[in-house]
């Protein structure tokens, strides 16, 4: 797996305003208004009414919470990649399988030491106090307001930013008595080639087929880009493979949105465990070896590979039989 590394970042709860006003996937804008054009339903939280929004609900009550961040991420990606690129993939989820999509967070913890970087909270800083403090109290909004299932996706992910969410998730799926995930994007998509990575291959080809206007490979000159780790984007990064990844993400993530909210206590208290035992696992490794990423080591060798799927199809024991193997 190819990591984003120093990171060193949190922004409140600042959200994207104008940015995907126009170029989020189901506007008109990018859609086209033409005849025999079909225009997705709105499913942006901010921008839809209170009948609009029990009406939604209704038919699926299950929030999206895209995180992300203000980070350098070279000179060919605008600095909101990370909650530009969660807000588009919960978005597309969303008018697919059901549910809202809340206004993104601009936060995390870590970001790197490059220009155009809010630094807020510590890169290894897994006691983050703004991030888990925010997802929490949204999540607990979240329920207040009659959702029954919240899927936090993270696209920024530092080693420590994951453990925070998906730590935080857990807690709040029991606290609350209602499913919460807490996952970065690329664990749904490792059994396709994704393991992460920071303005590479991977981050920009998604952004070339989720908002192909924020890229521009012109900016780069010859190889090592500056804040970019992973496979040059110049030379491999393309709208057909970012195709790939978002549809598998998007497509994990509509099967949730629709599943989550009907499942009883005994299915949620497995998927809990599961996600418990991984994120525990992460943790305890990072305490002991005194690195972060410990807890990766071994995704890149084809552990949990399959998580993604595992994860739609409900085979929680599956996902925690490989916890061991991290």
Same mark, same amino acid.
């Given at each position: 797996?190819?990591?984003?590394?120093?990171?060193?970042?949190?922004?409140?709860?600042?959200?994207?305003?104008?940015?995907?006003?126009?170029?989020?996937?189901?506007?008109?804008?990018?859609?086209?208004?033409?005849?025999?054009?079909?225009?997705?339903?709105?499913?942006?939280?901010?921008?839809? +009414?209170?009948?609009?929004?029990?009406?939604?609900?209704?038919?699926?009550?299950? /929030?999206?919470?895209?995180?992300?961040?203000?980070?350098? #991420?070279?000179l060919h990606n605008v600095?909101?990649?990370?909650?530009?690129?969660?807000?588009?993939?919960?978005? +597309?989820?969303?008018?697919?399988?059901?549910? /809202?999509?809340?206004?993104?967070?601009?936060?995390?913890?870590?970001?790197? &030491?490059?220009?155009?970087?809010?630094?807020?909270?510590?890169?290894?800083?897994?006691?983050?106090?703004?991030?888990?403090?925010?997802?929490?109290?949204?999540?607990?909004?979240?329920?207040?307001?009659?959702?029954?299932?919240?899927?936090? /996706?993270?696209? #920024?992910?530092?080693?420590?930013?994951?453990?925070?969410? +998906?730590?935080?998730?857990?807690?709040?799926?029991?606290?609350?008595?209602?499913?919460?995930?807490?996952?970065?994007?690329?664990?749904l998509a490792l059994d396709?080639?994704?393991?992460?990575?920071?303005?590479?291959?991977?981050?920009?080809?998604?952004?070339?087929?989720?908002?192909?206007?924020?890229? &521009?490979?012109?900016?780069?000159? &010859?190889?090592? #880009?500056?804040?970019?780790?992973?496979?040059?984007?110049?030379?491999?990064?393309?709208?057909?493979?970012?195709?790939?990844?978002?549809?598998?993400?998007?497509?994990?993530?509509?099967?949730?949105?629709?599943?989550?909210?009907?499942?009883?206590?005994?299915?949620?208290?497995?998927?809990?465990?599961?996600?418990?035992? /991984?994120?525990?696992?992460?943790?305890?490794?990072?305490?002991?070896?005194?690195?972060?990423?410990?807890?990766?080591r071994n995704l890149g060798?084809?552990?949990? +590979?399959?998580?993604?799927?595992?994860?739609?199809?409900?085979?929680?024991?599956?996902?925690?039989?490989?916890?061991?193997?991290?």
């Open positions: 797996m190819t990591r984003k590394s120093d990171r060193r970042q949190f922004v409140g709860g600042l959200t994207l305003g104008g940015l995907l006003a126009g170029p989020v996937a189901g506007t008109r804008a990018e859609q086209g208004a033409g005849k025999g054009k079909a225009v997705p339903r709105e499913v942006r939280l901010e921008h839809l +009414r209170p009948r609009q929004i029990d009406e939604a609900m209704k038919a699926c009550p299950t /929030l999206f919470q895209p995180l992300g961040t203000i980070e350098w #991420h070279g600095v909101g990649l990370d909650a530009v690129k969660a807000h588009l993939l919960c978005t +597309r989820a969303a008018q697919r399988g059901g549910g /809202l999509v809340a206004p993104p967070l601009f936060g995390g913890v870590g970001g790197l &030491d490059e220009p155009h970087t809010f630094i807020m909270e510590p890169e290894n800083d897994i006691f983050s106090v703004l991030v888990r403090g925010w997802v929490e109290k949204l999540c607990r909004e979240a329920v207040r307001q009659g959702f029954k299932a919240i899927i936090v /996706l993270t696209g #920024h992910y530092g080693a420590a930013q994951q453990m925070v969410v +998906r730590e935080a998730a857990v807690r709040m799926s029991r606290a609350l008595a209602v499913p919460v995930l807490g996952t970065p994007e690329y664990w396709v080639g994704y393991g992460g990575d920071h303005a590479a291959w991977g981050e920009t080809s998604l952004m070339l087929y989720l908002y192909p206007e924020s890229v &521009d490979l012109a900016q780069l000159g &010859d190889a090592p #880009h500056r804040g970019v780790g992973g496979r040059d984007p110049k030379k491999f990064a393309t709208r057909a493979d970012g195709e790939k990844l978002a549809e598998t993400i998007i497509g994990r993530l509509a099967s949730l949105a629709r599943q989550m909210p009907t499942w009883d206590a005994a299915t949620r208290q497995r998927f809990v465990d599961a996600e418990a035992a /991984l994120v525990g696992r992460q943790i305890a490794l990072s305490g002991q070896t005194k690195t972060a990423w410990a807890g990766w060798k084809g552990v949990l +590979r399959d998580y993604g799927r595992l994860l739609v199809e409900q085979k929680f024991e599956d996902i925690a039989a490989g916890v061991d193997k991290l």
